[in-house]
């Protein structure tokens, strides 16, 4: 059972890299994202899916945090990144609304929600960084999904612009 709880919030080890563990925690959402979006899958299909992704990664980072924290005897451990996971879902959530209204943005669109979210993870501007001060997993969680949610804000306003 250990194991398992590691392998989860590690997301099969990729946060246990020591160089930028949260950048390559953030590389499985995008990437089953895009291979969505490169499969052509239809719009609710997509959606569904990220958020599934966001929602599954949220319950288990809030239930696996406690854990982590004895585990790693650190506060909002860096080697968990299911809230990086969480986050990146949550910044490419509508990437059908512009993806399926020119299909060659699709991947222009999951690395701005890539580059934007670990932008705002990075630097937790305003109440992203205030987040972390909630308690237990809220803390660890909550940033990561203001940094989504900003991230998906910033290209949706950007796209609005352009289109």
Known sequence: MERLKLLTVTVGGLGLIKKAPG???????????????????????YTIVAAAIAVIASILCLALTPWSERR?????????????VAGQALAALAAPAIAFTDPAMAAVFIVLSFAFFRL????????IGAAQNLPSGWGVLMDDILAGALALGFILIGWNLIA
């Open 72 to 84: 790693f005897d650190h506060k909002d451990p860096r080697m968990m990144v299911l809230d990086e």
């Open 120 to 127: 705002f993870d990075i630097l937790k501007p305003g109440l």
């Open 23 to 45: 950048t390559w925690g953030s590389l499985p959402a995008a990437v089953v994202l895009f291979a969505l979006l490169a499969l052509h899958v239809d719009r609710m299909t």
